[in-house]
């Protein structure tokens, strides 16, 4: 009924209610509610405790570029069958 692709977004909401609306996204629905959720909860935190933050260190970016380094990813190719 939304007329989905694979790389569609889906937009919702709860109403008072609690019915939830959901719909497809606009290519202009950049801001993920998750993300925003997340970094909320994540701020009183932060904000308490600064001398937990660390930096993303050379040496893990280095890990994980070895770690992917042969692993080929097409994010255009279409899915097989069996992975949708």
Do not use: N
């Amino acid at each position: 009924m939304l007329k989905l692709g694979k790389r569609d977004k889906l937009r919702y909401s709860v109403q008072p209610d609690d019915t939830v609306i959901l719909e497809r996204g606009s290519p202009e629905d950049v801001e993920d509610p998750v993300r925003g959720e997340f970094l909320a909860f994540l701020s009183p935190d932060i904000e308490a405790h600064p001398d937990r933050l660390k930096g993303f260190d050379g040496t893990l970016r280095e890990r994980i570029q070895a770690l992917v380094r042969h692993v080929d990813v097409d994010l255009d190719k279409p899915l097989s069958p069996d992975d949708d």
